[in-house]
């Protein structure tokens, strides 16, 4: 179970230098064209991916083909709000308002799913929107289209973790992933058409990290959850504000003031709180094959 633990660790560091090299291409091209061409990329983790039973049309398929659109699009929408959010934001930050997602996945469970939340739950909730309003400190500092592409990233993760939960556990993991990443290259492709630009050598090296990092993330992610149970190793995916907050320093000067630094803390703790207790009253946890 260790191994699978510190896999998970790897798998979101790696995850977490991926969005650095998508960071310092700073903008210079579309959000829709580098998750394009790193989804391009991602596909190189396919045949790790694929299980010894699967076909490879599986990645195109699903026991439930409207919950497959709803993962597709959701993914899409999120990975071209993450290049948005990672652009715009210092790491820590952006990593900080795409932590909410466990939060989000609480607040769909009771609207979609019908779940009974405790108040603890709730109380996590709370906590969470709390450090959201101490991070973006509205009224006393500009917020721009980062912060809302950040909470974007966090919701559409949410919709597309309820989207698994309504599928149920038995969806192929090749399905699992060929949604998210052909649902990224089919509208991110659509959308770059009209603006595209042909990436010069510097750019083809950043977006090469950005997208064979991500694959290698997940090819870690799934060697990990088959060494060690999923909930042992979700708490991991925190390790990346530690990256967030090393890298951001590092490499892109960025700067974190007390207030953030306390409300990011507040997010992740929430967060953190929410993930151990879905464990404990949701079995589902439990029965996922893959993260």
């Not at 870690?220 to 967030?244: C, D, E, G, I, K």
């Given at each position: 179970m260790l191994k699978?633990?510190?896999?998970?660790?790897?798998?979101?560091?790696?995850?977490?230098?991926?969005?650095?090299?998508?960071?310092?291409?700073?903008?210079?091209?579309?959000?829709?064209?580098?998750?394009?061409?790193?989804?391009?990329?991602?596909?190189?983790?396919?045949?790790?991916?694929?299980?010894?039973g699967d076909r490879w049309r599986d990645a195109l398929l699903a026991q439930r083909r409207d919950l497959y659109l709803v993962r597709a699009g959701a993914s899409a929408i999120g990975s071209i709000a993450a290049v948005i959010a990672f652009t715009a934001l210092p790491m820590a930050e952006a990593f900080a308002l795409i932590f909410l997602m466990p939060i989000f996945v609480t607040i769909l469970s009771v609207l979609v799913l019908k779940e009974d939340v405790g108040w603890r739950r709730w109380s996590a909730v709370v906590a969470g929107f709390i450090g959201v309003l101490v991070v973006l400190r509205p009224g006393f500092r500009a917020l721009g289209v980062g912060h809302l592409a950040a909470i974007t990233c966090g919701l559409?993760?949410?919709?597309?973790?309820?989207?698994?939960?309504?599928?149920?556990?038995?969806?192929?993991?090749?399905?699992?992933?060929?949604?998210?990443?052909i649902g990224s290259m089919l509208v991110s492709g659509v959308l770059m058409l009209a603006h595209f630009r042909w990436p010069h050598p510097a750019q083809w090296g950043l977006l090469l990290g950005y997208g064979l990092?991500?694959?290698?993330?997940?090819?870690?992610?799934?060697?990990?959850?088959?060494?060690?149970?999923?909930?042992?190793?979700?708490?991991?995916?925190?390790?990346?504000?530690?990256?967030?907050?090393?890298?951001g320093y590092a490499v892109f000067d960025d700067r974190l003031d007390w207030p953030m630094a306390i409300g990011i803390a507040i997010i992740l703790g929430a967060g953190m709180f929410t993930l151990v207790r879905e464990e404990r009253v949701t079995s589902w946890w439990r029965r996922m094959r893959m993260l």
């Open positions: 699978g633990v510190l896999l998970g660790f790897m798998a979101f560091a790696a995850y977490a230098f991926s969005d650095a090299f998508v960071k310092s291409l700073r903008g210079s091209l579309p959000a829709y064209e580098a998750v394009f061409i790193g989804a391009a990329l991602g596909l190189t983790a396919l045949p790790f991916i694929k299980g010894r559409s993760g949410a919709i597309s973790m309820i989207a698994l939960r309504l599928a149920g556990p038995h969806e192929k993991r090749v399905s699992l992933f060929g949604a998210g990443i990092l991500s694959a290698l993330g997940s090819v870690l992610l799934m060697l990990a959850t088959r060494l060690a149970p999923a909930n042992h190793v979700a708490p991991t995916q925190y390790s990346q504000m530690l990256w967030a907050v090393l890298l």
